[in-house]
Every structure is written in structure tokens, then in C-alpha cells.
């Protein structure tokens, strides 16, 4: 591979083109394991991102793609439908909080989201009331387009570089109180203060269920969520729920809104949505809000991208739905999680380790320094493992087919770092 061609001119996200660093060059994927051109193969712990969830090249997903691909790949969707997008919405619908009954299809995680924070918007607007602000929680991520960056966390995704053309919104303290500790009412103060505070401007509450990801990976307590939802109903404000990184099994229930029993008015779906096969996303909401945001003076949702319901992606999408329908996931992912409960507290022997926690299958190691990217990236793939962590976060979100030993394989390795000092700044 010309991997000095990349390096001198291709970018890799979040990179610098002064001081670019290695990257891997992979030739295949299959299964849990990832190829490198060297002929050595690495069991994945990323899933890509929280996407591969059945694992690379699985049989049935290439079937479905090679399907449609002999059918037609893309066809817009302005004026036309076609099965891919009837059926994996049905299939999304059935799955979904029963509340919400309506689907937008759109490209990524970050789309999504930027749609969902048009709806509320929208919504208000058709009721005659300006509501111009979201609330929002620190350490919080919700994509690198700009409203959604808007209400990501100010620090994390550097604000302070888009001032004056960012919109500023409200952001409550995060939960502190873990999944797995004592609740601590105290944790909500914050967020009823800005919400009790700012009512009257605010279109709409925008979180991430359960697991904040990209902004620190913090699992906290169900109660919390509970509250909010709560406090969105006492206040009139509608509930966006972010379930791009959550969504689809991953924290051990379907959707991670379940361990608090609550429904969002709006929910974000992508990452996993095709299994890491392409990029597609949704946004689903209830019929009330659908239909009075169509009533208002725009007449329709003012929004629709030219790859919308990508048909080749919608049945890629319809198929991975139908292997989580089939139920293997949850026994699956509860395997991963006990062995994340059994492994990874013993981690906390190291002085290096500040804090462990896991919920589903999702497992974070969160040092005291930050990593050194280089040298604990060289050690992972010297252990046979791909794990891509950043900052003080060390963390795996395996695919769900992931057994024991490739768990094991992946805890080994971050041990073993732990264990070497230039893996840390
Ligand atoms: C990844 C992510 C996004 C953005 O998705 P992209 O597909 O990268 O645009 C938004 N919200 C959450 C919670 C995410 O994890």
C-alpha cells in the first residue's frame, strides 16, 4: 500500500498534516479479526466505531447487498420508494419505542441529529412560540457538524474555535453517580436549575441514553434519565435521545432508554444501523410531533439529502435488523459483559488505573495520564489486538459474535500496556 501517499496527503480523522501518525494498512475484515496487509490479524475491539456488531463480511449481510446491488444501488427518493426503505423502517419501527411511528432517513450519525434539533425547532415554530435553545449535558457528543457540535461538550470539541458562528446553548453538569453506585438525587440539582431557569426558550432536551461516548465515556445511573424525562414533561420541553452509539443492543438492552423505562418525543439512530456496512442513519419521532411540525408554515419537514434511503444501504440496514430480531444479541452481549465484570476490576491493582466500568458490551479502562497514541498503539497490534483509544480512555465496544477469547485477548493486551511506561504521556 503507498502509505507515504497518505500520509503526505490523505486525512485520517482528528489528524495533523505536520506531525501525521501511523496508520495500519488492512486488507480484509472478517469476523471479529481485521487483516493487515503484513498477514498478521488483529481481533477488533472497536466494532469500527460501535458499528460492526455481527462482525465483518457476515455472510447474510453481503447477500442482502449483493442482492440489491443487482437491483439498483441508489435511487432518490424525492417522489419515489422502493421495498429496501418500507422494510427496514417497518422492521426499525417495530423495534422502537412504540411512541414513535414516524422515520427520516438520513446519512450519518451527525445528520441525524442536525435533523432531529430541526424537528424540535420546527415543532415550536408551528406553535407559534421561539424557542431558540437546547439544553444539553458536559462531556457530551453528538457529531462534528455544526449543530451538532453546538451541543457537544464546549471544551472537548474546542468551542473556543468557532466563536461567533456556533449557537450557544445551555449545558447542565453530567452525571456523576455510575451505572452500578448508590443514586445520588443530588445529580439532577443542576439540570432541573437550567431547565426550570431557561423553560421558556427551550426547544428541546438533547442527550445521550445511559453511555456518554466520544465525550468521555461515562455510564451513568438509570434514575437519572428517569428524572430528566421527568423534568422534560413537568417543563413542556420535548426529549431527544441520541441513541447513535447506544442503540441496537449495545448496552445490553435494544435501545438504552429501556433501563430507565422511558420514550423519548425524538430518537437518533446510525452507527450500527447497517452493522458498519455504510453510513445511513434515522431519526424517528412520534406522530404528534410529526404532524405539527407539517402543520406549520414551511408545510412539510424542511429537510431532504440526495442519498436519502440510499437503497443498497437501507437493505444492508433491513437484514442486520432481522439477525437482531432473531435474538442471539442478548445472551451475546451478556457473555461479554460478565466477562468485563470478572476481568476488568482487577485492573484497578495498577496505580496507572483511575477508574474501570462496563455496561453491555462496553468496557472502559480510564487511566490517570493520557495514552502515549504512538507507542500503545504499536504495543496493541504487537499483542494481536486493534484497540484505538484517546486520551485518559482505554475502551472496547467488541462485536457482539466476540467469545471469550477474543475478550480475554483484548483485557491481556490492555494489561499489558498498563504495564509498560511509554505507553503513557
Ligand atoms: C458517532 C456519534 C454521532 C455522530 O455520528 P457520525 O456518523 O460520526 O456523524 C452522534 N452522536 C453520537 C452519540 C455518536 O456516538
Same mark, same amino acid.
Given at each position: 500500500?503507498?502509505?507515504?501517499?497518505?500520509?503526505? /496527503?490523505?486525512?485520517?480523522?482528528?489528524?495533523?498534516?505536520?506531525?501525521?501518525?501511523?496508520?495500519?494498512p488492512?486488507?480484509?475484515?472478517?469476523?471479529v479479526?481485521? /487483516?493487515?496487509?503484513?498477514?498478521?490479524?488483529?481481533?477488533?475491539?472497536?466494532?469500527s466505531?460501535?458499528?460492526?456488531?455481527h462482525?465483518?463480511?457476515?455472510?447474510?449481510?453481503?447477500q442482502?447487498a449483493?442482492?440489491?446491488?443487482?437491483?439498483?444501488?441508489?435511487?432518490?427518493?424525492?417522489?419515489?420508494?422502493?421495498?429496501p426503505a418500507?422494510?427496514? +423502517?417497518?422492521?426499525?419501527?417495530s423495534?422502537?419505542?412504540?411512541n414513535?411511528?414516524?422515520?427520516?432517513l438520513a446519512?450519518?450519525?451527525?445528520?441525524?441529529?442536525?435533523?432531529?434539533?430541526?424537528?424540535?425547532?420546527?415543532?415550536?415554530?408551528?406553535?407559534?412560540?421561539?424557542?431558540?435553545k437546547?439544553?444539553?449535558l458536559?462531556?457530551?457528543?453528538?457529531?462534528?457538524?455544526?449543530?451538532?457540535?453546538?451541543?457537544?461538550?464546549?471544551?472537548?470539541?474546542?468551542?473556543?474555535?468557532?466563536?461567533?458562528?456556533l449557537?450557544?446553548?445551555?449545558?447542565?453538569?453530567?452525571?456523576?453517580?455510575?451505572?452500578?453506585?448508590e443514586?445520588?438525587?443530588?445529580?439532577?440539582?443542576?439540570?432541573?436549575?437550567k431547565?426550570?431557569?431557561?423553560?421558556?426558550?427551550?426547544?428541546?432536551?438533547i442527550?445521550?441514553?445511559?453511555?456518554?461516548?466520544?465525550?468521555?465515556?461515562?455510564?451513568?445511573?438509570?434514575?437519572?434519565?428517569?428524572?430528566?424525562?421527568?423534568? +422534560?414533561?413537568?417543563?413542556?420541553?420535548?426529549?431527544?435521545?441520541?441513541e447513535?452509539?447506544?442503540g441496537?443492543?449495545?448496552?445490553?438492552?435494544?435501545f438504552?432508554? !429501556?433501563?430507565?423505562?422511558?420514550?423519548?418525543?425524538?430518537?437518533?439512530?446510525?452507527k450500527?444501523?447497517?452493522s458498519?456496512?455504510?453510513t445511513?442513519?434515522?431519526?424517528?419521532?412520534?406522530?404528534e410531533?410529526?404532524?405539527?411540525? +407539517?402543520?406549520?408554515?414551511?408545510?412539510?419537514?424542511?429537510?431532504?439529502?440526495?442519498?436519502?434511503?440510499?437503497p443498497?444501504? +437501507?437493505a444492508?440496514?433491513?437484514?442486520?435488523?432481522?439477525?437482531? *430480531?432473531?435474538?442471539?444479541?442478548?445472551?451475546?452481549?451478556?457473555t461479554?459483559?460478565?466477562?468485563?465484570?470478572?476481568?476488568?476490576?482487577k485492573?484497578?491493582n495498577?496505580?496507572?488505573?483511575?477508574?474501570?466500568?462496563?455496561?453491555?458490551?462496553?468496557?472502559?479502562?480510564e487511566?490517570?495520564?493520557?495514552?502515549?497514541? !504512538?507507542?500503545?498503539?504499536?504495543?496493541?497490534?504487537? *499483542?494481536?489486538?486493534?484497540?484505538?483509544?484517546?486520551?485518559?480512555?482505554?475502551?472496547?465496544?467488541?462485536?457482539?459474535?466476540?467469545?471469550?477469547?477474543?475478550?480475554?485477548?483484548l483485557?491481556?493486551?490492555?494489561?499489558?500496556?498498563?504495564?509498560?511506561?511509554?505507553?503513557?504521556?
Amino acid at each position: 500500500m503507498d502509505l507515504d501517499f497518505d500520509r503526505r /496527503h490523505i486525512w485520517h480523522p482528528y489528524t495533523s498534516t505536520l506531525n501525521p501518525l501511523t496508520c495500519y494498512p488492512v486488507t480484509s475484515a472478517d469476523g471479529v479479526y481485521v /487483516h493487515l496487509e503484513d498477514g498478521r490479524q488483529l481481533v477488533d475491539g472497536m466494532s469500527s466505531w460501535w458499528a460492526a456488531i455481527h462482525g465483518y463480511n457476515h455472510p447474510q449481510l453481503n447477500q442482502a447487498a449483493h442482492t440489491q446491488i443487482d437491483k439498483m444501488s441508489h435511487v432518490m427518493f424525492g417522489g419515489i420508494t422502493h421495498d429496501p426503505a418500507i422494510n427496514l +423502517c417497518k422492521t426499525l419501527l417495530s423495534m422502537a419505542p412504540e411512541n414513535l411511528e414516524q422515520v427520516f432517513l438520513a446519512d450519518s450519525g451527525s445528520v441525524a441529529v442536525e435533523v432531529s434539533l430541526k424537528m424540535a425547532l420546527q415543532y415550536w415554530h408551528s406553535k407559534g412560540q421561539q424557542r431558540p435553545k437546547f439544553l444539553t449535558l458536559r462531556d457530551g457528543y453528538h457529531g462534528d457538524t455544526f449543530a451538532a457540535m453546538s451541543v457537544t461538550d464546549p471544551d472537548n470539541s474546542m468551542h473556543s474555535l468557532y466563536k461567533g458562528f456556533l449557537p450557544e446553548h445551555i449545558f447542565a453538569a453530567s452525571p456523576k453517580t455510575g451505572f452500578h453506585q448508590e443514586w445520588d438525587e443530588a445529580d439532577l440539582d443542576d439540570f432541573r436549575d437550567k431547565i426550570s431557569q431557561h423553560q421558556h426558550e427551550i426547544a428541546a432536551v438533547i442527550l445521550e441514553p445511559m453511555v456518554q461516548g466520544a465525550g468521555g465515556m461515562r455510564i451513568y445511573h438509570p434514575n437519572f434519565l428517569q428524572g430528566v424525562r421527568v423534568l +422534560c414533561d413537568e417543563y413542556g420541553v420535548l426529549l431527544i435521545l441520541d441513541e447513535i452509539a447506544t442503540g441496537f443492543g449495545r448496552t445490553g438492552k435494544l435501545f438504552a432508554c !429501556e433501563h430507565a423505562g422511558i420514550k423519548p418525543d425524538i430518537m437518533c439512530v446510525g452507527k450500527a444501523l447497517t452493522s458498519g456496512y455504510m453510513t445511513l442513519s434515522a431519526t424517528l419521532t412520534s406522530k404528534e410531533v410529526a404532524d405539527t411540525v +407539517c402543520s406549520g408554515e414551511a408545510g412539510c419537514f424542511m429537510h431532504g439529502p440526495t442519498f436519502m434511503a440510499n437503497p443498497l444501504a +437501507c437493505a444492508v440496514a433491513g437484514k442486520s435488523l432481522e439477525l437482531l *430480531q432473531q435474538g442471539e444479541w442478548q445472551a451475546q452481549v451478556e457473555t461479554i459483559e460478565a466477562n468485563f465484570a470478572a476481568q476488568l476490576p482487577k485492573l484497578l491493582n495498577y496505580d496507572l488505573v483511575k477508574d474501570v466500568r462496563w455496561l453491555g458490551a462496553i468496557g472502559v479502562v480510564e487511566t490517570k495520564r493520557p495514552v502515549n497514541m !504512538e507507542a500503545i498503539q504499536t504495543l496493541f497490534v504487537g *499483542q494481536g489486538v486493534w484497540i484505538r483509544p484517546f486520551g485518559k480512555l482505554i475502551y472496547m465496544m467488541p462485536p457482539f459474535i466476540s467469545q471469550d477469547e477474543h475478550i480475554n485477548a483484548l483485557v491481556a493486551a490492555i494489561e499489558t500496556a498498563l504495564q509498560d511506561p511509554h505507553c503513557f504521556q
